[in-house]
């Protein structure tokens, strides 16, 4: 037996440990990139909307979107991600993350609800696309807390513009 561990400890010593770390990277490795086929991933980093159908539970959203009055002028990345490139991609990084998790564990409410985080990149997105309707950002933010004074959504202490527009962006 001590001669049999001597042979394995010599085999490793002279580069096995490497065939058994290239065959560890090449299994997980194989095995990440089959997911993430199967999983359509790389649609993730477009602006197309139907990427993000490809999970099942988005369809219903969808398809109001597609009959809301923001259909044609905006697509789901325009008013749920942020605008700059770092943030943007960094933004899909972590929902893609926290989405597929979620997935995975089955622990998602249903109907899907959006976060907190994304609720306020939201807020700034409407902000941000209309504000030549009241003129100015800073105008707009303060013209809406005057207009909407003493009001507050649920629980969190803060109001927003898809507590009253809620189908603007899917529909009814």
Known sequence: ?????????????????????????????????????????????????????????????????????????????????????IGKYLTKVEQGWNHSRAFTMQDFHEPIQIGRRSAAVVEHNCVQCHQGLIGGVLQAQTAFQDAHAGFRSAGDGSFGCVHCHRGVGHGE
Not at 45 to 66: F, T
């Open 1 to 85: 037996m001590r001669q049999g561990w001597s042979r394995l400890s010599q085999w490793l010593r002279r580069g096995g440990i490497v065939v058994v770390a290239a065959g560890l990277v090449g299994v997980l490795g194989g095995a990440g990139l089959y997911t993430a086929q199967h999983a359509e991933a790389l649609s993730y980093l477009s602006n197309d909307p139907k990427a993000c159908v490809n999970c099942h539970i988005m369809r219903e959203v969808y398809d109001g979107w597609q009959k809301a009055s923001h259909h044609h002028v905006a697509v789901c990345v325009d008013c749920h991600l942020p605008h700059d490139f």
